[in-house]
């Protein structure tokens, strides 16, 4: 259908529309003509992707010059792919109702393992060898020795592309990353490659979130993507753990260990290199000198998008002297080495900030701030040099110069810890030195300074104003939008008590208690028996899991489980959690029914959804707190009190019904779709915690399902299935919860529609 | 006596039954028992007829064995010994639990086979009540030729019956009971050991290596009751225990399947980041390589319950839907050795297509491409069960045909005139009216609406089982030709004898009773019809027969 979104004209691929995702489109048309960010939250299910891509496209023909690209950020490759087929259906449409072929530019980027078609290299297993290895085949100075050699192996692929492939732009059209692939086997060039290279004239570009928020990886691959671009982070409740995560460093031992062989290598490479090749380094040297002004003047005629391990200030200033010469620098290495390991040997934990790690280095083994914070560009430059063929055998040195970079920039937002054993085992040295961020606002302040419009949208951002507080931006939109709903699909009971009147809870005090256990227990045997097909449980942590299970097997609790489904369970070990899943899916389809016992903050918690018969009930045994004694945590909310004004527990709740919620969504993937969502934990029903939760699912939460026992949690939720259970046609949704086009332009729901948007 | 032919396996003395002293005989084939002081048996089971035997508890005062039999029927011996009694019980025990499933296996199978039809189909099991119990036939003569296409005939309809899964819980059932004296007693049925075997080829394995050269059954089972493979929470055990290679295969097997991989991309979680963070960075640490020594006894044994329960759910599963017993090692092996990634490019993007598109579906978005259909609205169903009534020709006319018709039926009334002189006198003309009014003589309703609703249901229900026997009975009548052997000579005979009992036992109480109740006699007389065309054929053979003999 043809949409009018406030004089807009947006092509819309079905006949039917949800109430909600026209407020949606109206949200988010109000935050692009504002030229600012949103923080939208909308249930998942309700077709928040083809909303967002109908309406910027639109936008992006309507207006080509405000709006060049648009960048879509998600977070697994599953969902990747499953934006651009929603894209290719959008684009299909498009075509079918304006006749014409429109040159629209989309694609798809992932990492070399999903991309390449190298025979050899891609039948690698893991990532890391699959980027080794295209690494060893397609660097430059391997290429250049391949003139003097031609036995040196190449990858016919990136060889064929180098020689035509740039000067071709790629067709226009929708490209997945298999048509990527199929393209490149056509034309013989390495989709990779052309994947890189085409985003920059790409109209839209779906790719995961570390392209854009890992300055590793973001330096590499979008730093000159345009700045009138709109960048959406989908999925985006857990975007300031990935902010962080990408700007943290861990250093053990072991890490010590490699970059002394990282060095001892460097050091005999230089020696080598300078007996056969001396004009090198003596040309890497006056570079050095020149500094780096390049880089520079592209970060200031705005080219770039701006590195947050690469401050503005050292772009302006040449490499120290002290670390100019190669065998300075590797001596520097050494030297800063050699104080990390005397700083590992600690029999007690410390913790500190930027400036007193600075300064006690200086005091003992006189390093200056001020090389140090060239270190990771120094390192880039020596390892260009002098050639290495596979950079991720230098991982651990180039992590140690990115810490050195790091701390020598950033006073604040950054704490330091070392801690010489494990809390668990406090008897096994195992020494670890935590350099953890603390804010994680410092990966993505260059993205919402260099775009014009960012777009953070989940199904799951309750509550919505702390996002825009911890990530430190200015949205012009906020909003929540509800689900409309014609039959209520989804069912949250709050289980607060057992038969027996226990209070149920996961808290720390009452953790190995029976009676909860006992009562966990007995809940999900009930549920077992009524729920038809899948259910899925989640709990707090995997130890608790474990320890649960093994206290349920040995009451025999398991035994009477399997009588009515089967039992799979997540372990640590993802290929066999994955198949645990697919057994999982194989057992609901063939309708022997099974319980998925899971872990909230585990892989399956974030990246699988349950439709329909899949997960008919998901259960919550506790709140999903973090592990609240670890040093880091407590580091960062201190950091959140002082810096945010945000308080300790507002944090900790904040986080731990995210997750919830996120758990509890997976049930519920769509308007047909129907499902139980039970938290199993007297503490759900204070306030504070209900009210964190998203308001499609506060809303359904009446006060009588608060504090219910384990017998009234089955009789309301055998009362739901059987409703649920009754035939449930469009007819029952049309006009309700459905819209067609008639019924969208009626003044009477226009103005329904207008309260869906809840603004903060 | 008949024991002199057989073989004699055990025979024990100062045997109790019916409170009569007597000696019980375990032979080759069946079980017997005598009293004291005569020579012949007044007990005497074939092992095939028996169900299960099952003995009193340990503590009980009376020692006795139970046999239970197929028909349900049982009969307890005790043993009255008094030194010796508990001895002989479990000698007797023994050598039955060895002897049972021999036999069982091919009656069950058969007496199974039979019940389950029977069960299955409620028709056949009338028709089994009306012939068999009644002793219109024999029970062989109605299986006879049942059976046989069972056995022969794979496409017989009764033959692919579903396979039957298992059930999640089967090692759950097996609740072990304390004996009162520090040990444990699990109780066994051939159902969970099937489980079992289907369920851990690798048991099954065990179990035709060791049993029963070197170890008896029992002494199997109490082996894989006590060892840590049926208790998967133990970690530690003795090198003797044969089923620590079992517990390896299993852990091959998970691990293979583990290398499988998921071919569904949308829950492999090994392919789901796109770009896992290098090593070291990050906040949350990766697990400890290390850890295998810093673990605890505990936590390993919790692992250790996880993979078996993830194991246990996937075989379970797994026996459900294999077909055959195909050893799940070499499926999996001959698909990890082309684990070669290259073929499952190519493979992949099919199945990974339709679950992208499956994922991105919203049906309740799309309007239905079906053509709109009118929602059927009965006033009264009946009539739309039993249809419209088929027209009698089946020429059908055209629209231009009714057109033409009616105009010439118009054309013919304008140009009607009464031809009065031929008309049929008043008096006539009356009684063809009431005649053809409601109730008269030409308007008695046609046969099949009459039998609906004049006959009451029961003596509906009744003709209609007469209806399936003398159809069964006809049936074996009329297989019987062409005559050319003697067997079916004989059968024959036999045959029209049944159905000449059959219509005195059956079809004339029958007719009686309706016609006590006034009913019409005719409801039976095509049934009639039925057995004369048979005896008039028996008749016409027989005649035949005696003409060729003469």
Redesign the interface.
């Known amino acids: 259908m043809r949409l009018n979104i406030d004089g807009l004209l947006v092509y819309f691929p079905?006949?039917?529309?949800?109430p909600e995702q026209y407020s949606y489109m109206l949200e988010l048309k109000r935050t692009l003509d504002a030229k600012g960010h949103g923080v939208l939250e909308m249930p998942s299910g309700t077709?928040k992707?083809?909303s967002l891509l109908s309406l910027i496209v639109a936008y992006q023909r309507a207006f080509p010059l405000d709006v060049t690209k648009l960048i879509y950020c998600s977070r697994?490759?599953?969902e990747?792919?499953?934006v651009v087929?929603?894209l290719k259906?959008l684009m299909e449409f498009y075509a079918k109702e304006t006749g014409e072929v429109n040159n629209f530019l989309a694609l798809a980027l992932?990492?070399r393992?999903?991309l390449c078609i190298h025979?050899e290299v891609?039948?690698l297993?893991f990532?890391?060898e699959v980027d080794g290895k295209c690494h060893s085949l397609t660097a430059s100075y391997i290429r250049a020795q391949r003139h003097a050699n031609p036995n040196v192996p190449a990858c016919r692929f990136y060889e064929e592309f180098d020689s035509v492939g740039r000067q071709v732009p790629l067709p226009a059209g929708i490209y997945n990353l298999?048509d990527l692939k199929d393209f490149g086997r056509r034309k013989g060039w390495c989709p990779y490659y052309l994947a890189r290279y085409s985003i920059l004239h790409a109209n839209i570009v779906v790719?995961?979130y570390?392209?854009l928020l890992?300055p590793?990886?973001a330096d590499l691959v979008s730093k000159e993507l345009a700045k009138k671009s709109v960048v959406v982070f989908d999925e985006a409740h857990n975007i300031d753990?990935v902010c962080?995560?990408?700007m943290?460093?861990?250093?053990?031992r072991r890490?010590l260990d490699r970059c002394q062989n990282n060095v001892e290598t460097l050091q005999s490479t230089i020696h080598t290199i300078k007996e056969t090749d001396a004009a090198k380094l003596r040309l890497e040297y006056r570079r050095l000198v020149e500094g780096l002004k390049e880089a520079n003047v592209a970060r200031e005629t705005d080219v770039y998008l701006s590195n947050p391990v690469l401050p503005d200030e050292i772009l302006q200033e040449a490499v120290p002297g002290s670390i100019r010469t190669a065998e300075h620098f590797v001596g520097f290495l050494r030297r800063f080495l050699e104080y990390l390991k005397s700083r590992l040997r600690v029999q007690h934990v410390v913790q500190e900030s930027a400036p007193q790690f600075l300064k006690d280095i200086f005091d003992k083994v006189c390093i200056d701030r001020k090389p140090l914070r060239f270190c990771a560009e120094r390192l880039h430059s020596l390892l260009r040099t002098l050639e290495i063929a596979d950079v991720a055998d230098f991982?651990?040195v180039t992590?140690i110069s990115n810490f050195a970079t790091l701390v020598s920039t950033y006073s604040q937002g950054f704490t330091i810890i070392i801690e010489p054993f494990?809390d668990r085992?406090p008897t096994?040295a195992?020494p670890?030195l935590?350099f953890?961020?603390m804010d994680p606002s410092i990966a993505i302040k260059p993205v919402f300074q260099r775009f014009q419009s960012v777009i953070i949208t989940s199904g799951t951002l309750s509550p919505l104003d702390i996002y825009p507080r911890i990530l430190d931006f200015r949205p012009v939109t906020m909003a929540s939008f509800t689900m409309t709903l014609a039959r209520t699909c989804l069912c949250p009971l709050i289980v607060g008590r057992g038969n027996d009147q226990v209070a149920l809870s996961s808290k720390f005090e009452t953790r190995e208690d029976f009676a909860v256990i006992r009562n966990y227990g007995n809940l999900l045997l009930e549920m077992s028996a009524i729920v038809p097909d899948g259910i899925v449980a989640f709990f707090t942590s995997y130890v608790y899991m474990?320890?649960i299970?093994?206290s349920w097997?040995?009451q025999?609790i398991?035994?009477?489980i399997?009588?009515?489904?089967?039992?799979?369970?997540e372990?640590?070990?993802?290929?066999?959690?994955?198949?645990?899943?697919?057994?999982y899916?194989?057992?609901c389809e063939?309708g022997?029914g099974?319980i998925l016992l899971s872990v909230a903050r585990g892989?399956?918690s974030e990246?699988?959804?349950f439709?329909h018969h899949f997960g008919r009930a998901v259960i919550m045994f506790g709140v999903p707190y973090v592990y609240t004694q670890s040093r880091?945590l407590k580091a960062r909310l201190e950091y959140l009190r002082d810096q945010f004004q945000i308080r300790e527990n507002d944090f900790l709740t904040f986080d731990a019904m995210r997750h919830a919620a996120q758990c509890v969504g997976r049930v519920i993937r769509?308007?047909?779709d129907y499902g139980l969502m039970i938290f199993a934990d007297k503490r759900y029903a204070r306030a504070d915690k209900r009210g964190k939760l998203p308001r499609w699912i506060q809303e359904h939460i009446s006060d009588g399902s608060l504090n219910l026992t384990v017998d009234e949690t089955v009789q309301l939720s055998k009362h739901f299935l059987r409703q649920m259970a009754q035939p449930f046609r469009?007819e029952d949704?049309l006009g309700l919860s459905?819209l067609t086009l008639q019924q969208l332009e009626s003044e009477e729901m226009l103005k329904k529609i207008s309260q869906i948007a809840h603004q903060t | 006596m008949a024991s002199l032919s057989e073989e004699v396996l055990l025979v024990v003395k100062k045997v109790r039954q019916k409170k009569q002293d007597g000696t019980l005989y375990l032979m080759a084939e069946r079980i017997a028992w005598g009293p004291e002081g005569k020579d012949r048996f007044t007990v005497s089971h074939l092992y095939a007829d028996i169900r299960c035997q099952k003995i009193s508890p340990d503590g009980k005062a009376k020692i006795q064995l139970q046999l239970v039999l197929h028909t349900g029927e049982s009969t307890t011996f005790h043993f009255a010994n008094e030194s010796t009694a508990l001895k002989d019980r479990e000698a007797a025990k023994e050598l039955l639990q060895q002897l049972l499933p021999k036999f069982k296996k091919k009656a069950n199978k058969e007496l199974e086979e039979k019940n389950r039809m029977l069960q299955e189909d409620p028709v056949l099991f009338q028709l089994y009540k009306d012939l068999v119990v009644s002793q219109v036939i024999s029970a062989e003569e109605f299986w006879a030729n049942r059976l046989g296409g069972m056995n022969n005939g794979e496409a017989a309809p009764y033959s692919n019956k579903q396979d039957v899964?298992i059930?999640?819980?089967f090692?759950?059932d097996i609740r072990p009971q304390t004996d009162g004296c520090n040990g444990l007693r699990y109780n066994l049925t051939a159902d969970i050991i099937e489980s079992i075997f289907r369920t851990y080829p690798a048991v099954k394995q065990k179990y035709s290596e060791n049993v029963p050269h070197n170890l008896t059954e029992k002494e199997f089972w109490t082996r894989f009751f006590q060892s840590h493979y049926f208790h998967r929470?133990r970690i530690n055990t003795g090198m003797q225990d044969i089923f620590s290679e079992c517990a390896k295969q299993d852990e091959k097997g998970?691990k293979s399947?583990?290398?499988?991989?998921?071919?569904?991309?949308?829950?492999?979680?090994?392919?789901?980041?796109?770009?896992?963070?290098?090593?070291?960075?990050?906040?949350?640490?990766a697990?400890?390589s290390?850890s295998n020594a810093?673990k605890t006894v505990?936590?390993s044994?919790?692992?250790a319950?996880?993979?078996r329960?993830?194991h246990h759910?996937?075989m379970?599963?797994a026996a459900?839907?294999r077909k055959g017993d195909v050893p799940t090692d070499q499926a999996s092996e001959t698909s990890s050795t082309d684990g070669?990634?290259?073929d499952s490019?190519f493979f992949q993007?099919p199945l990974?297509?339709v679950k992208?598109?499956e994922?991105?579906e919203?049906?309740?978005?799309?309007?239905?491409n079906k053509p709109k259909v009118v929602a059927l609205n009965l006033k009264k169903s009946d009539r739309y069960a039993h249809g419209p009534v088929p027209l009698q020709s089946q020429q059908y006319t055209t629209s231009q045909d009714i057109i033409n018709s009616v105009s010439y039926i118009q054309h013919e009334m304008a140009n009607y005139k009464p031809n009065l002189t031929q008309v049929l006198s008043s008096a006539v003309a009356s009684s063809a009216i009431a005649a053809l009014s409601p109730g008269g003589v030409l308007m008695q309703p046609v046969a099949p609406q009459a039998i609906n609703q004049m006959v009451p249901t029961e003596i509906q229900g009744e003709l209609k089982h007469l209806y399936v026997a003398a159809g069964e009975l006809l049936r074996h009548f009329w297989s019987c030709f062409p005559v050319n052997t003697p067997f079916l000579e004989e059968k024959v005979i036999k045959m029209k004898s049944n159905l000449e009992r059959f219509q005195m036992t059956k079809l004339r109480p029958f007719q009686e009773k309706i016609q006590r109740q006034y009913l019409s006699t005719n409801l039976t007389g095509h049934l009639e019809d039925m057995l004369q065309a048979a005896y008039s054929k028996f008749h016409i053979w027989q005649t035949r027969r005696m003409m060729r003999k003469t």
């Open positions: 079905y006949d039917y529309i949800y077709g992707t083809i697994t490759v599953p990747i792919e499953k087929e929603e259906k992932s990492s393992k999903n025979p891609s039948s297993r990532g890391k298999d790719y995961s570390h392209y890992d590793k990886i753990n962080i995560d990408s943290s460093v861990n250093i053990t890490t991982s651990a992590l494990e085992t096994i195992n670890v935590h953890s961020c474990e320890n299970v093994a097997y040995e025999g398991l035994e009477n399997q009588r009515n489904k089967l039992i799979f369970i372990t640590q070990d993802a290929a066999e959690t994955s198949m645990a899943l697919e057994k899916q194989e057992a063939n022997r099974a892989k399956v990246g699988i959804d439709v880091i769509g308007k047909t469009q949704q459905l | 899964g059930s999640g819980a090692l759950a929470d998970l399947l583990v290398n499988q991989g998921v071919k569904n991309p949308l829950v492999d979680l090994l392919s789901l980041e796109d770009k896992t963070l290098d090593e070291g960075y990050g906040i949350r640490t697990v400890p290390t810093s505990k936590e044994s919790n692992s319950i996880i993979k329960f993830n759910s996937a379970v599963l459900g839907s070669n990634s290259r490019d993007p990974k297509k992208l598109q994922a991105i919203y049906e309740d978005l799309q309007r239905e």
